[in-house]
């Protein structure tokens, strides 16, 4: 019985910094928009929200709108991605087309994808050199489509590549030159930049992406988990403030938490900023 003591004893420690809470503090921000659908940051800790007719709003972290891009065509967006350092990407599989905006949300490209080699893409994201990544489901392939010159640069059959019955991809996204694509009743598979599959993530999440610090973080049945991208160990950050939380965002000095009664704006805590 002593040995069991000191064994839980030199153990506590360790599962108490596992199942440690973050010090969450009061929000910085309510932001409630009618319809509201995807979220992201840029670098600068703007945020932006679209709702479910591809209108995006620009957001101070302090919750003041700043800016309201409204489409011509009028389409759900099924990716708005603002981390990258110039530009604004979205997508919508709706209207199977594109749109890349400034900072101020002017457009600055937009175009039709289903030309040439695509037929049916269902998801899409932005890559480097000037590369869109598309999920083609009409022949299951993964492809890459410099936008600039309007040219396909490689086609990927998936198929027979993913250990899965059922391609149901929700999300790709591109984070520190790899290709993550989210299937939520697979796993979330990893690809290097040029398509090839590297490896799975045993997560099975039905919600956008969310990176910070070589993690991807999720919220489970109300609390914040994480899973290291280099390690692959998975950390429970503990209970998030909003019991309807069903998604996060990190940026570089706030986090939000985006629930159906809309989207609440937090400092990022101290626990989160000293990850390694």
């Keep these: 019985m002593k ?14 910094k596992a199942q440690e809470a973050l010090n969450w503090g009061d929000p910085l921000a309510a932001i ?21 007719n591809g209108d995006i709003y620009l957001f101070d ?7 309201l891009f409204s489409p011509p065509r009028q389409g759900r967006l099924q990716q708005l991605e603002a981390a990258w350092t110039v530009n604004i990407f979205s997508f ?26 695509i037929t049916l893409p269902k998801a899409a994201t932005l890559g480097n050199n000037n590369i869109i990544w598309i ?30 019955q059922n391609l149901d991809v ?24 040029q398509g090839n599959m590297i490896q799975k993530l045993d ?16 919220i489970q049945k109300g609390i914040l988990k994480s899973i290291s991208l280099r390690t692959l160990d998975q950390t429970d950050h503990g209970k998030v403030p909003h019991d309807q939380a069903n ?8 986090l939000v938490l985006q629930s159906p009664a809309g989207l609440q704006v937090f400092a990022l805590p101290l626990e989160l900023k000293n990850l390694r």
Aim: avoid cysteine; aromatic fraction near 12%.
């Design 61 to 67: 972290r302090e919750g003041r709108q700043l800016n």
């Design 170 to 193: 929700n999300e790709i996204r591109e984070f520190k030159n790899r290709l993550y694509m989210n299937i939520p009743s697979s796993g979330i598979f990893i690809f290097d930049n």
């Design 135 to 164: 999920w083609d489901e009409s022949d299951l392939t993964l492809k890459s489509l410099n936008y600039l010159q309007k040219q396909i640069l490689q086609s990927q059959p998936l198929n027979l590549i993913l250990d899965s």
């Design 92 to 117: 919508s599989s709706d209207l199977q087309e594109y749109r890349i905006l400034d900072r101020f949300l002017n457009p600055l490209a937009e175009n039709n994808l289903t030309a040439g080699e």
């Design 203 to 218: 997560v099975h999440i039905d919600q956008r992406l969310t990176f910070f610090k070589e993690r991807l973080f999720w």
């Design 32 to 52: 409630s928009i009618k319809q509201s659908d995807l979220i992201s940051l840029d670098t600068r800790d703007q945020i932006f929200v679209s709702t479910i």
């Design 247 to 254: 998604s996060i965002q990190i940026g570089q000095e706030i």
């Design 3 to 16: 040995i069991l003591g000191w064994i839980i004893f030199f153990l506590m420690p360790l599962w108490t």
